[in-house]
Nanobody, 125 residues
Framework: HVQLVESGGGSALAGGSVRLSCAAS????????MAWFRQAPGKEREGVAR????????TYADSVKGRFTISQDNAKNTVYLQMNSLKPEDTAMYYC???????????????????WGQGTQVTVS
């Protein structure tokens, strides 16, 4: 089965940086879509960024463009989310997600993904 494990969350000051990691195992297919979502208390789960591991194509939410960068290390089967210029509104539980490639128009829709990690908390103050 597919398993995703997030790490790297914690506290940071506004304007600071945090790097999240998502280690994947048990993939059926080498090429797939992996994404980061976040959810703050009382708010809807929001798609943050997505990457196609087969080619490196990326998609970002408007709220994080220019500040966050999603990247991959296929040798380690790991996806990263580099978060720069953090704002208090970035505070949320961040989740890693994965699924079959395709359906690019649903890249940042939570319902499109079948595999999820346990989440890692990021708090910005």
């Amino acid at each position: 089965h597919v398993q995703l494990v997030e790490s790297g969350g914690g506290s940071a000051l506004a304007g600071g940086s945090v790097r999240l990691s998502c280690a994947a195992s048990g993939y059926t297919y080498n090429r797939n879509c992996m994404a980061w979502f976040r959810q703050a208390p009382g708010k809807e789960r929001e798609g943050v960024a997505r990457i196609y591991t087969g080619g490196g194509d990326t998609t970002y939410a408007d709220s994080v463009k220019g500040r966050f960068t999603i990247s991959q290390d296929n040798a380690k089967n790991t996806v990263y989310l580099q978060m720069n210029s953090l704002k208090p509104e970035d505070t949320a539980m961040y989740y890693c997600a994965a699924d079959f490639p395709g359906r690019w128009w649903l890249a940042l829709h939570a319902a499109r993904y079948n595999y999820w990690g346990q989440g890692t908390q990021v708090t910005v103050s």
